[in-house]
Every structure is written in C-alpha cells, then in structure tokens.
C-alpha cells in the first residue's frame, strides 16, 4: 500500500525580494496559496501589494526569489487558463459590448462549464446593459464586466488587486459573494485591499507589506 503524497500548492513564493532605483520595495517574502484558500496582501499606499500582483502575473520579474505553480517553476505557459488577474486596468475594449467583451475573454482563456454570458451579467446587476458600448458604462459598471469575467473563465487561482475600487456597497458585497463561492468550490484568491474584505468562510491568511 502506497501513502497518497501531500498536494503540493497551487502558488508558492520563496525569497521573494522587489527593489525599485536600488531601493527595496519588500521582501525577502515567503509565502503559499492552497487550493480552497483565500489571502490578503495588506499594506499602505507605496508598500509594494501592485507591484507584487504584477511579479505574479509576469508583468515584472523579481530581483530575487523563486514562484513555483503546484510545485513546478512558475511559467505561464504551465499555468495557463489557471490563472486570472484583475487589475487596475480592466481589460475592456471600450467599443465592444459587456457581451462582445465577454466573448472575446472566454475565446482566449476558456469557458467554464455551465456558465453562460447573460447569466453572468444578471449576476453582477448589469441586466439590461448586454449590448451598451462599455464607454458608455459608469466606472463602476466597468468593473462588474470584469467581475462577470470571473465567472466565465475556469481559473483555479484569481488574483485581484483592489477589486473594491469604484464599486457602492452592493458592489462590495457582490465581490465577497464571489470570493466565498469560488473559495468554497476549491479555488483560491489573492487579494490586495484596504479593507473592504468580508469573508464569513474563515479567517484569510494574511501578507504585510511594510511602507
């Protein structure tokens, strides 16, 4: 008989260091993000929590350290469609539609099962609004395009840097409703924020990031 081997994570960081004109930013950092697991990066303004999103995403390489995706050096190429980012920018192409936007998405980064676009919208309160050039859209309806993105693309790992931004209350609570299903489905999210978080499904982990 053969023990099961431990599952490795899906997202680990070691010595992860981030200098900017020869001065740190953070770091040494060493964390991980299992399946079924949500973290908060926290910190001031300055501290650091964007520019470790893009390090995640590829988008800046760290000065030293090491990313590894379930247990393997992270390339996208190996964690392709696993992962989803939201940003500061959104993604959205201004002339097309919520729903051309959507499409678009799910043609580069798959569909997940059962999920449908319309649906998605209703979902985040954008009824209505299918076929409205998203520059006609306010701020705040832009970014619950990009929130229904994240229920159409079959990402094990999201990572969301200030998702909060430019949403009402029902905005924010539509945001932690997301989180706790994706979570409670076996997903993981990382998460910057200045502490909009209301999460009932425990108590997150936590990264600080010293100004």
Partial sequence: MTDASPAKPLLQARALTFHRQDEPVFGPLDFCLDAGELTLIEGDNGSGKTTLMRILTGLLRPEEGELYWRGEPLTWDRCSGEVVFLGHQLGLKADLT???????????????????????????????????????????????????????????????????????????ELVNGLLEAHIAHGGAALVTSHGAVQFHGGEPHRIRLHD
């Fill in 98 to 172: 919520p729903h051309e936007n959507l499409r678009f998405a799910i043609g580069l980064h798959g569909h997940r099962e059962h999920s449908h676009i319309d649906e998605a919208l209703a979902h985040v309160g954008l009824s209505g609004y299918e076929n409205e050039p998203v520059r006609k859209l306010s701020a705040g309806q832009k970014k619950r395009v990009a929130l229904a993105r994240l229920l159409l693309i079959p990402a094990a790992l999201w990572l969301l840097d200030e998702p909060y931004a430019n949403l009402d209350r029902t905005g924010i």
